[in-house]
Nanobody
């Protein structure tokens, strides 16, 4: 079992930056592929991006490509989502998710472990 806890959300103006953290405990973090999802009000949960357990090249949704960066530090059992050039449409609850293996599927149902989410609000 893996427990995931997100932090770092908040209110930021458009064009600003935030860094979210996903701290893991339980099963060996280094064997878990991590992804970030988000859910905006009235919308379905959306895949943001993911990074395999080995820390290889992350994969991003088109909507955040070039603005968001995912990384991980297995020594600290933590993954990160650096968000730059934020837009009002990035406003959502952001979730960290994990699954065994190396693949980073875009479907939420493929992930076994979830954090509680952290709110990100971008004002215009």
């Amino acid at each position: 079992q893996v427990q995931l806890v997100e932090s770092g959300g908040g209110l930021v103006q458009a064009g600003g930056s935030l860094r979210l953290s996903c701290a893991a405990s339980g099963r060996t973090f280094s064997s878990i592929t991590v992804a970030w999802f988000r859910r905006a009000p009235g919308k379905e949960r959306e895949f943001v991006g993911g990074i395999s357990w080995s820390g290889g090249k992350p994969y991003y949704a088109d909507s955040v490509q070039g603005r968001f960066t995912i990384s991980r530090d297995n020594a600290k059992n933590t993954a990160y989502l650096q968000m730059n050039t934020l837009k009002p449409e990035d406003t959502a609850v952001y979730y960290c998710a994990g699954r065994p293996g190396t693949m980073t599927p875009m479907e939420a149902s493929n992930y076994n472990y979830w954090g509680q989410g952290t709110q990100v609000t971008v004002s215009s």
